[in-house]
């Protein structure tokens, strides 16, 4: 009787660890705006103690940190309402060999949108190109195309990481937006 219980045991323990964690649409970093079917980068956070001024300024010094190497970066700029929006590039990183064997630029435009209020940001980063050689291409057109298609695929965990790997640039500015929302450091940005 032990003996069939262990090896009851043991084969349980061994199908669950055969069984793979599997994700859907719902579990990746974005969203599906229900009117575009594109994807959607958005969040509200808290800021306690901070004031509409103070997120206003941090926000227009996000803007030339995190895009520091363009122009014209802010294309809204309007205290009064709370709301600082522009748009900014972000280059794909490539290895030297990469680099030496290519001439290509390729790089993500990207619009942000911040509204500020008192103690409250919210962020919406929407719309997003790839640009290769001065062609622009929608990121998420595949998506758009075929959205019940891939509402309804799971993926395992390899594709899944595959998938957040290849968000991860808007994850990284995302996450230097919060960082820069919370700093209390007077860093001074162009006007």
């Known amino acids: 009787m032990n003996k069939i219980l262990w090896f009851s045991l043991c084969m349980g323990t061994g199908f669950c660890q055969a069984q793979q964690r599997t994700y859907t649409l719902a579990d990746m970093p974005f969203q599906i705006d229900s009117t575009t079917s594109g994807v959607v980068y958005k969040g509200t956070i808290d800021v306690p103690g901070a004031s ?3 997120l206003y300024t941090r926000a227009k010094a996000f803007f030339w940190s ?3 190497h363009d122009n014209q970066v802010i294309k809204v700029d309007d205290q009064l309402k709370g709301v600082v929006s522009g748009r900014g590039r972000l280059f794909l990183p490539m290895t030297s060999t990469q680099a030496e064997s290519s ?3 390729i790089y993500y435009e ?3 949108e911040i509204r500020v209020n008192d103690a409250q940001y919210s962020y919406r980063i929407a719309d997003i ?3 290769e050689n001065g062609k622009r291409t929608r990121l998420d057109n595949d998506i758009r195309a075929d959205l019940t298609t891939i509402r309804q695929q799971v993926l395992i965990e390899e594709e899944y990481n595959r998938s957040i790997r290849s968000v991860s640039p808007f994850i990284s500015l995302i996450n230097q937006l919060k960082r820069r929302m919370k700093s209390r450091s007077k860093v001074p940005f162009h006007s």
């Open 52 to 54: 509409a001024d103070q």
């Open 66 to 68: 995190a895009f520091s």
């Open 103 to 105: 001439s290509r630029s």
């Open 110 to 112: 990207v619009p942000v």
């Open 129 to 131: 190109y790839i640009i």
